[in-house]
C-alpha cells in the first residue's frame, strides 16, 4: 500500500529565515510525486510534479527535488504570503490518476 | 482559463439526508476524481472517472457514489448522511489517464451534517 509521511506537521519561521520540508514515501513503481500549496477555505493549489529520482524544479522562493525514498521542498527567504499548508502526493503505476497525500506541512511564516 | 468550478460551496444538513456535489472541471480535461478532506484522515480518495466509466474507487462505504456525464461533468451523492461525513470534498481534473499532467483542484463543497 502506498504511503506519505511529511514532517514537521508544522513550521514557524522568520521572513528571510530558508528552511525545508520533507516528504518520505512507499510506493509500487513511482508514476509522479505532487507537490500542492493549499490555503485555508480553498482546494490545493499545483506547485510541481517529479518523476524521477535526481530531479529538481523551482519556482520563485521554492525549489523541489526528488529521491528514492523521499522529496525535500526548500524554501529559500520566505515571505509572509508563503504561509499556507504544504501537501505531498504520490501516484503510482498502476494507470489510475489516483494520489496518495501526506498529512501535510503547516507553515506559517512571521514577518 | 476557468478552473476546477464545484457547487455548492457550502450545505449543511441533517442525519439520514442525502447529498448531491457537482464539478465542473477544467475545459479539456476528460479525468475527474473526488476527494474527502478531514483534519484527522487529511485527504482520502473516493472515485475517479474517465470517459462517463469509474475507473477506480477508494475505501469508502457504498453510501458515496457518482457518475460522469458525456461533457466531462461529474456529481458525487452521498446517501443516509452520518455525522462523521462532514468533511470537505475536493473535486480535481486531469487531461487523461496515463497523459503525464497533474490533477487541479476545486475548491470543494464543505458539507456539515447536524
Known amino acids: 500500500e502506498d504511503q506519505v509521511t511529511q514532517s514537521p506537521e508544522a513550521l514557524r519561521l522568520q521572513e528571510g529565515e530558508s528552511s525545508s520540508l520533507n516528504c518520505s514515501y512507499t510506493v509500487s513503481g513511482l508514476r509522479g510525486l505532487f507537490w500542492y500549496r493549499q490555503d485555508p477555505g480553498k482546494g490545493p493549489e499545483f506547485l510541481f510534479t517529479?518523476?524521477?529520482a535526481g530531479e529538481e524544479k523551482e519556482k520563485e522562493r521554492l525549489k523541489a527535488t526528488l529521491t528514492k525514498k523521499e522529496s525535500f521542498l526548500h524554501i529559500t527567504a520566505p515571505k509572509p504570503e508563503d504561509s499556507a499548508t504544504y501537501l505531498c502526493?504520490?501516484?503510482?503505476?498502476?494507470?489510475?490518476?489516483?494520489?496518495?497525500f501526506g498529512k501535510g506541512t503547516k507553515l506559517t511564516v512571521n514577518p | 482559463k476557468a478552473g476546477v468550478t464545484q457547487t455548492p460551496r457550502y450545505l449543511i444538513k441533517t442525519r439520514g439526508q442525502q447529498v448531491t456535489l457537482s464539478c465542473s472541471p477544467i475545459s479539456g480535461h476528460r479525468s475527474v476524481s473526488w476527494y474527502q478532506q478531514t483534519p484527522g484522515q487529511g485527504l482520502q480518495f473516493l472515485f475517479e472517472y474517465f470517459s462517463e466509466t469509474q475507473r477506480n474507487k477508494g475505501n469508502f462505504p457504498g453510501r458515496f457514489s457518482g457518475r460522469q456525464f458525456s461533457n466531462s461533468r461529474s456529481e458525487m451523492n452521498v446517501s443516509t448522511l452520518e455525522l462523521g461525513d462532514s468533511a470537505l470534498y475536493l473535486c480535481?481534473?486531469?487531461?487523461?489517464?496515463?497523459?503525464?499532467?497533474?490533477?487541479?483542484f476545486g475548491n470543494g463543497t464543505r458539507l456539515t451534517v447536524t
Open positions: 502526493a504520490v501516484q503510482d503505476g498502476g494507470g489510475s490518476e489516483k494520489l496518495v
Open positions: 517529479l518523476y524521477s
Open positions: 480535481a481534473s486531469s487531461l487523461a489517464q496515463g497523459v503525464r499532467s497533474p490533477l487541479h
